[in-house]
């Protein structure tokens, strides 16, 4: 069983810069590939990143290529996701998940949920 917790999201401006983390606990988070994922109010849960077990691949949602960033020290059972250049567009609840199996970009792939960290981008 994996615990995940996410926290650093907050209030930014537009252009500003936040960095997430993911901490795991109850498994070593190496043995997964991990994503991160948002939900904006009345929308659909989206993938924005992923980054294989041994963080030597990262997948991007077209809307984060360029802007975030995905990495991972497994030494601290850590995922993070560093945001730049923020618009109001990426206002949302930002999860961790670990990926269990299936494509990488899709939110049934993966399993062991955080709580969510708000993430609100201001104009």
């Known amino acids: 069983q994996v615990q995940l917790v996410e926290s650093g999201g907050g209030l930014v401006q537009a252009g500003g810069s936040l960095r997430l983390s993911c901490a795991g606990s109850?498994?070593?988070?190496?043995?997964?590939?991990m994503g991160w994922f948002r939900q904006a109010p009345g929308k659909e849960r989206e993938f924005v990143a992923a980054?294989?077990?041994?963080?030597?691949?990262?997948y991007y949602a077209d809307s984060a290529k360029g802007r975030f960033t995905i990495s991972r020290d497994n030494a601290k059972n850590t995922v993070y996701l560093q945001m730049n250049s923020l618009k109001r567009e990426d206002t949302a609840v930002y999860y961790c998940?670990?990926?269990?199996?299936?494509?990488?970009?899709?939110?049934?792939?993966?399993?062991?949920w955080g709580q969510g960290t708000q993430v609100t981008v201001s104009s």
């Open positions: 980054i294989s077990f041994s963080g030597g691949s990262t």
């Open positions: 109850g498994r070593t988070l190496s043995r997964y590939d």
């Open positions: 998940a670990a990926h269990i199996g299936g494509s990488l970009y899709a939110a049934g792939s993966f399993n062991y």
